[in-house]
């Protein structure tokens, strides 16, 4: 991409930006120092130190880190860091506070959470399951859901269907439905569903691994999918990690069925702008067919060996061939599969 400056290449770039975010004279900016941190797939993020103080600068890749093809406008900054500003107003001190935004280098700098700060995907693998934090995941969702639902402006703003259906909707469920002709008509009329249906501020990609642990519970990051749509979607796509994990350790099962059932019970009381059941109808089916894409779409789970992938395959199918199965029969099925 030619206009497309890399802040880990160039220091002067960083320098110039500090100061135009005003987070720096001359002389400190010429000192600053960024460490890249790991974790990410679509962005250089860094630990930005001036002096004594720390941030995270944060800057949208134009391609993202994974095994294929996957090109998304690095405009997409602009969308995570509204939802970020929009969010941190409803659920403060469950989003890292924005500090400043920069244009010219596509990049944004946020308070950074220093190391206490465990991974949520990190703590999850290690067999540490506390349901409790996915209530209060649950809560904190349908707070964000809820704030937002039916505000024209903030559809408005977030009307980045484009995106959305870039990064989310054709890696996942449009690659899935390719590779498996079987389901594709129900996984097309799925993506149809999820495209058409606005009715909150969407994270777009509510994962462990964006998610960190801090004294007040969860802080959520990386919201470049943020999009005015389906709410019934960042509910799915967390539970799915649930599952996932669930099929990967069947000692943490039970534990992760819990949370799945606490996240479930934390956002409903949100709902307050359509019908229960018809939402969670919706999280139902979506589920299964995102526990299809994160086997066979273009972002698969790393942890699964080739037995366990085949076997979430097979129910996944199982599951969207049964399209009126709520979450509990989805939980009930699970934990038949996966208990050894
Ligand atoms: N504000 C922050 N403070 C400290 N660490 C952060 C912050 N934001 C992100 N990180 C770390 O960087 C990792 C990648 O950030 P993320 O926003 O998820 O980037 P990507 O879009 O590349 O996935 C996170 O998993 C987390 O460990
Ligand atoms: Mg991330």
Redesign the pocket.
Known sequence: MDDYIDLADDPSALAHLLRRLRLADAAAAATATLTP???????N?FRLEIGDKTY?L?QALPKLKVAKDWIVPVERVYAEIGWLQTAGRIVPGHV?EVLGVDRVTKSFV????PPA?A?WKRVLMDGRVDPAIAAQLGDIMGRIHAATAGNADIAARFANDDTFHAIRLEPYLEEAARQHPQVAAALRSLTERTASTREALVHGDVSP??I?LGPAGPVM??A?CAWYGDPAFDVAFCLNHFLLKAARSPDALPALMLSFAKLVEGYVPHIAWTRHDVLLQRVASLLAALLLARVDGKSPVEYLDEDRRARVRAAAIELIERPESTLSDITTFWQREFSE
């Open positions: 941190l790991t974790g990410g797939v679509s962005s993020i995270c944060k890292p946020m308070a950074f959470l700060f991974n691994k964006n960190l990051l990386d470049e």
